[in-house]
Nanobody
Framework: QVQLVESGGGLVQAGGFLRLSCAAS????????MAWYRQAPGKEREFVAS????????YYADSVNGRFTISRDNAENTVYLQMNSLKPEDTAVYYC?????????????????WGQGTQVTVSS
C-alpha cells in the first residue's frame, strides 16, 4: 500500500515556474515507477511525465517536453515535477501516481496508487 500526497501547486503568471512535490508513505517507494498526470476542467486526465524506479529514465508528453523535469529522491520517498516557462494551458489539477514497472507508463489504468491532486493555475 502506498499513500501519495502532492504539494506545491498555486497561482503563477505565464512564463513563471513552480515545483511540485509528491511524498509517498511506506518502505516500497523505490520499487514503483512514478508519474505525473494532470486534468483540466472538462478534459480527460492526461499523462505529463514519468520516471523509472531508479530515476535513470524519464519520459514526457510532447506538450511539456523541454519545460518540465521529473525527478525522484528514493531516500526521501519523494518525486518532483519542476515546471518552467508555464503557460495558461498548463492550468490543471496535477496528480502523482505509482505503478509497478513493466506496465504502460501512459495508461492511467496501469497506476495502482494516486494522490489527491494539487491545483496549478497559470494566468495570462
Amino acid at each position: 500500500q502506498v499513500q501519495l500526497v502532492e504539494s506545491g501547486g498555486g497561482l503563477v503568471q505565464a512564463g513563471g515556474f513552480l515545483r511540485l512535490s509528491c511524498a509517498a508513505s511506506g518502505h516500497t517507494f523505490s520499487t514503483y515507477a512514478m508519474a505525473w498526470y494532470r486534468q483540466a476542467p472538462g478534459k480527460e486526465r492526461e499523462f505529463v511525465a514519468s520516471i523509472t524506479t531508479g530515476g535513470a529514465n524519464t519520459y514526457y508528453a510532447d506538450s511539456v517536453n523541454g519545460r518540465f523535469t521529473i525527478s525522484r529522491d528514493n531516500a526521501e520517498n519523494t518525486v518532483y515535477l519542476q515546471m518552467n516557462s508555464l503557460k495558461p494551458e498548463d492550468t490543471a489539477v496535477y496528480y502523482c501516481a505509482a505503478r509497478t514497472p513493466g506496465s504502460s507508463r501512459t495508461y492511467p489504468g496501469a497506476y495502482a496508487y494516486w494522490g489527491q491532486g494539487t491545483q496549478v493555475t497559470v494566468s495570462s
